[in-house]
């Protein structure tokens, strides 16, 4: 999985968001946060579309998680 470094300006509270980012979800956002993270998508996009792709990224970071123990042992 690809990951990115996004930085808040700090008075101004924007943010850069990379080029890459921008061509895949468009410039009309939604953003759901938590106390931990924040689901960005397009805001056009079907909630079922949503749904899956949370899935897929959330496989790939239990994998991740399940690496990282592996190379622990």
């Known amino acids: ?3 990115f470094e996004l930085k808040i300006h700090e008075k ?8 890459e980012i921008r061509e895949a979800l468009g410039t009309e956002l939604t953003a759901v946060p938590n ?5 960005l998508y ?10 899956k792709s949370l899935a897929l ?3 790939d ?3 991740g998680v399940a690496l990282e ?3 622990e042992r």
């Open 1 to 3: 999985m690809v990951e």
């Open 12 to 19: 101004q509270g924007t943010a850069y968001i990379p080029k």
């Open 35 to 39: 106390r931990a993270a924040v689901l």
């Open 42 to 51: 397009p805001k056009h996009m079907p909630i079922e579309d949503i749904v």
């Open 57 to 59: 990224i959330k496989e």
């Open 61 to 63: 970071l239990e994998h």
């Open 69 to 71: 123990k592996k190379a």
